[in-house]
């Protein structure tokens, strides 16, 4: 079992960032088979994929809403995820969930990543 916690969620005022982060334990051992992504999900919506990176390194891949404004990293040292929140606008307003998969193949679906975080606020106002 793998055990992921979030943080780093608050009230930002558009334009402004933040960074979350999503800290690893628990089985870890097999990290490098790992993709670990970032989903969101607003009031009364759809679980929504944000980014998604290899735990091992390289490859990224990043929802069209966010790309160009975010930025997903891993410090392996630290078995820590972050996602690097600029020019947040309203609509970025959501529950953050880190999650990750054994399957280590980067993917979009919700239900394809096995281990999940308890989420993270994040509030952008106008």
């Known amino acids: 079992q793998v055990q992921l916690v979030e943080s780093g969620g608050g009230l930002v005022q558009a334009g402004g960032s933040l960074r979350l982060s999503c800290v690893a334990s628990?089985?870890?051992?097999?990290?490098?088979?790992?993709?670990m992504g970032w989903f969101r999900q607003a009031p009364g919506m759809e679980r929504e994929f944000v980014a998604a990176?290899?735990?091992?390194?390289?490859?990224?891949y990043y929802a069209d809403s966010v790309k160009g404004r975010f930025t997903i990293s891993r410090d392996t040292a630290k078995n820590t995820m972050y996602l690097q929140m600029n020019s947040l606008k309203p609509e970025d307003t959501a529950v953050y969930y880190c999650?990750?998969?054994?399957?280590?193949?980067?993917?979009?679906?919700?239900?394809?990543?096995?281990?999940w975080g308890q989420g993270t606020q994040v509030t952008v106002s106008s």
């Open positions: 628990g089985r870890t051992s097999s990290s490098y088979r790992y993709v």
């Open positions: 999650a990750g998969n054994i399957k280590n193949v980067i993917v979009t679906t919700p239900s394809e990543y096995e281990y």
């Open positions: 990176t290899r735990w091992s390194g390289g490859s990224t």
